[in-house]
C-alpha cells in the first residue's frame, strides 16, 4: 500500500465492508512476491465469499449433526466408499502441499492450496456426496476430520472465522484456542494402508468428476432443462473400470441427475452426444429432451457459417500475394484456425446426422 495519505485503499473501510478475515485472506491470494498487485475493492470480495462459503459449510455439518443425532467420532474403514477415500487423500495431499509452501514462504500459493481444498473438495464435490451417501454417519464422520484439518490449515488467514467456527462445531472446549492446535501434517502410514488410500483411487475418482462435468457440459451445450431426469450410457475403457463405475451407480446418478445409467464396457459409436474422457465416453440421450427440428435448423446454419469461414481461410492461405508477403506466424495461425474449424465441421455434420 502507498505510504502517501489518501493514496490508497483504508484498511478498516474495507475491514467495515467486508471484514478483517476477509481482507487478510484476498491481500495473501492475490499478492506475489514478483510483481506489485494493482487493487480494487472488488477483489476483497474473493475473500468475502469464501468466509460465506465456510459458515454456510459449518451450518450445514451442524444441521447433519442434529438430524443423525451426532456424528461419530471415528469412521469405519471397512466400508470406506472411493469418493471417501478421495476425500482423505485429497485432505492428506492438502496437508503436505500447505506445509511445504509455508515452510518456503510462499504466502500466496499456499492460501490458493488451502482456498482450492476448502471450496472445491470440501464443499463443491463432497458435501453433495455426503448428502446421500450409502452411510451418511460414516461420510459425516470423515467430513469432520478433514473440516477441522481445513479450519487448522485456514487459520494463519483467516484467524476470526476459524476460531469462532471451531467452537461452534465443537472441535475447542472453553477456554480453548485454535492458535495452540497442532498444525495438520496428514495421515500416517499405518492409516493410509488401513484405509486403502491409493493413488489408483484418488485418479479415478478424479476422472469420474471429469466425466460427471462433461455430463453437465452435454446437458448446457444441447439447453436440456437442468431439471429434466435424463438417460446416461457410459462406454467404459475396460471391464475393471466398468464394475467401479458400477460400484458408484447410485452416486453417479445423483451427480449427473439422471434416471438410468447404463454402463458398458468396450469400444462404441453410439448415435447420441458423447465426451471421451479417462474412464471412457459419456453418452447423453437426447430423445424427448430437445427439439430436433430447431436443433436441426440451427445445426445446420453453424455448419454453413463454418463453412464459410473456412472458404474465405482458403483463400487467403490460396494468395500468393498474401503467402509471400504475410508474417510467419499469421500464416500459421490462420492454418491452425483451419484446423480448428475442420474438425468442428466433423462435429456438427455427425450432429446433423444425429438430428435428421
Same mark, same amino acid.
Given at each position: 500500500?502507498?505510504?502517501?495519505?489518501?493514496?490508497?485503499?483504508?484498511?478498516?473501510?474495507?475491514?467495515?465492508?467486508?471484514?478483517?478475515?476477509?481482507?487478510?485472506?484476498? $491481500?495473501?491470494?492475490?499478492?506475489?512476491?514478483?510483481?506489485?498487485?494493482?487493487?480494487?475493492?472488488?477483489?476483497?470480495?474473493?475473500?468475502?465469499?469464501?468466509?460465506?462459503?465456510?459458515?454456510?459449510?459449518?451450518?450445514?455439518?451442524?444441521?447433519?449433526?442434529?438430524?443423525?443425532?451426532?456424528?461419530?467420532?471415528?469412521?469405519?474403514?471397512?466400508?470406506? /466408499?472411493?469418493?471417501?477415500?478421495?476425500?482423505?487423500?485429497?485432505?492428506?495431499?492438502?496437508?503436505?502441499?500447505?506445509?511445504?509452501?509455508?515452510?518456503?514462504?510462499?504466502?500466496?500459493?499456499?492460501?490458493?492450496?488451502?482456498?482450492?481444498?476448502?471450496? /472445491?473438495?470440501?464443499?463443491?464435490?463432497?458435501?453433495?456426496?455426503?448428502?446421500?451417501?450409502?452411510?451418511?454417519?460414516?461420510?459425516?464422520?470423515?467430513?469432520?476430520?478433514?473440516?477441522?484439518?481445513?479450519?487448522?490449515?485456514?487459520?494463519?488467514?483467516?484467524?476470526?472465522?476459524?476460531?469462532?467456527?471451531?467452537?461452534?462445531?465443537?472441535?475447542?472446549?472453553?477456554?480453548?484456542?485454535?492458535?495452540?492446535?497442532?498444525?495438520?501434517?496428514?495421515?500416517?502410514?499405518?492409516?493410509?494402508?488401513?484405509?486403502?488410500?491409493?493413488?489408483?483411487?484418488?485418479?479415478?475418482?478424479?476422472?469420474?468428476?471429469?466425466?460427471?462435468?462433461? $455430463?453437465?457440459?452435454?446437458?448446457?451445450?444441447?439447453?436440456?432443462?437442468?431439471?429434466?431426469?435424463?438417460?446416461?450410457?457410459?462406454?467404459?475403457?475396460?471391464?475393471?473400470?466398468?464394475?467401479? $463405475?458400477?460400484?458408484?451407480?447410485?452416486?453417479?446418478?445423483?451427480?449427473?441427475?439422471?434416471?438410468?445409467? /447404463?454402463?458398458?464396457?468396450?469400444?462404441?459409436? $453410439?448415435?447420441?452426444?458423447?465426451?471421451?474422457?479417462?474412464?471412457?465416453?459419456?453418452?447423453?440421450?437426447?430423445?424427448?429432451?430437445?427439439?430436433?427440428?430447431?436443433?436441426?435448423?440451427?445445426?445446420? /446454419?453453424?455448419?454453413?457459417?463454418?463453412?464459410?469461414?473456412?472458404?474465405?481461410?482458403?483463400?487467403?492461405?490460396?494468395?500468393?500475394?498474401?503467402?509471400?508477403?504475410?508474417?510467419?506466424?499469421?500464416?500459421?495461425?490462420?492454418?491452425?484456425?483451419?484446423?480448428?474449424?475442420?474438425?468442428?465441421?466433423?462435429?456438427?455434420?455427425?450432429?446433423?446426422?444425429?438430428?435428421?
Amino acid at each position: 500500500m502507498s505510504k502517501s495519505l489518501g493514496n490508497s485503499l483504508d484498511p478498516l473501510e474495507l475491514i467495515d465492508m467486508y471484514s478483517a478475515d476477509a481482507l487478510r485472506f484476498s $491481500l495473501a491470494l492475490i499478492t506475489s512476491l514478483e510483481c506489485d498487485t494493482k487493487v480494487d475493492k472488488s477483489k476483497f470480495e474473493i475473500g468475502r465469499n469464501f468466509c460465506t462459503k465456510i459458515w454456510n459449510a459449518a451450518r450445514f455439518m451442524q444441521m447433519q449433526e442434529e438430524a443423525l443425532g451426532g456424528i461419530p467420532a471415528d469412521f469405519d474403514p471397512a466400508t470406506l /466408499t472411493s469418493d471417501e477415500k478421495h476425500m482423505l487423500m485429497a485432505c492428506e495431499k492438502a496437508c503436505e502441499k500447505v506445509n511445504d509452501l509455508l515452510a518456503k514462504y510462499r504466502i500466496q500459493d499456499g492460501a490458493l492450496a488451502v482456498y482450492d481444498f476448502f471450496w /472445491t473438495q470440501i464443499c463443491d464435490w463432497y458435501v453433495e456426496y455426503a448428502k446421500d451417501a450409502p452411510d451418511k454417519a460414516n461420510a459425516f464422520a470423515i467430513l469432520r476430520d478433514v473440516f477441522w484439518k481445513a479450519l487448522r490449515l485456514l487459520h494463519p488467514y483467516m484467524p476470526f472465522v476459524t476460531e469462532e467456527v471451531a467452537h461452534q462445531l465443537g472441535f475447542l472446549k472453553d477456554g480453548e484456542t485454535i492458535m495452540r492446535a497442532e498444525f495438520p501434517k496428514g495421515y500416517s502410514e499405518e492409516q493410509r494402508q488401513a484405509w486403502g488410500l491409493t493413488d489408483e483411487i484418488y485418479d479415478y475418482v478424479e476422472a469420474k468428476r471429469v466425466m460427471i462435468s462433461d $455430463l453437465r457440459a452435454l446437458r448446457a451445450e444441447y439447453k436440456v432443462n437442468p431439471a429434466a431426469f435424463v438417460q446416461v450410457t457410459v462406454q467404459a475403457r475396460d471391464a475393471a473400470t466398468a464394475a467401479q $463405475l458400477e460400484a458408484d451407480l447410485a452416486s453417479l446418478k445423483k451427480a449427473m441427475r439422471a434416471d438410468a445409467i /447404463t454402463i458398458a464396457a468396450g469400444d462404441a459409436d $453410439l448415435a447420441m452426444p458423447g465426451k471421451l474422457g479417462a474412464l471412457g465416453t459419456v453418452y447423453l440421450s437426447l430423445e424427448g429432451l430437445v427439439d430436433k427440428q430447431a436443433e436441426l435448423k440451427r445445426v445446420t /446454419t453453424e455448419l454453413a457459417k463454418t463453412q464459410g469461414f473456412i472458404k474465405s481461410i482458403d483463400a487467403k492461405l490460396g494468395n500468393e500475394n498474401f503467402m509471400a508477403h504475410a508474417p510467419a506466424d499469421i500464416v500459421a495461425g490462420q492454418k491452425a484456425k483451419r484446423e480448428e474449424l475442420v474438425a468442428k465441421i466433423a462435429q456438427l455434420e455427425k450432429l446433423a446426422k444425429l438430428f435428421a
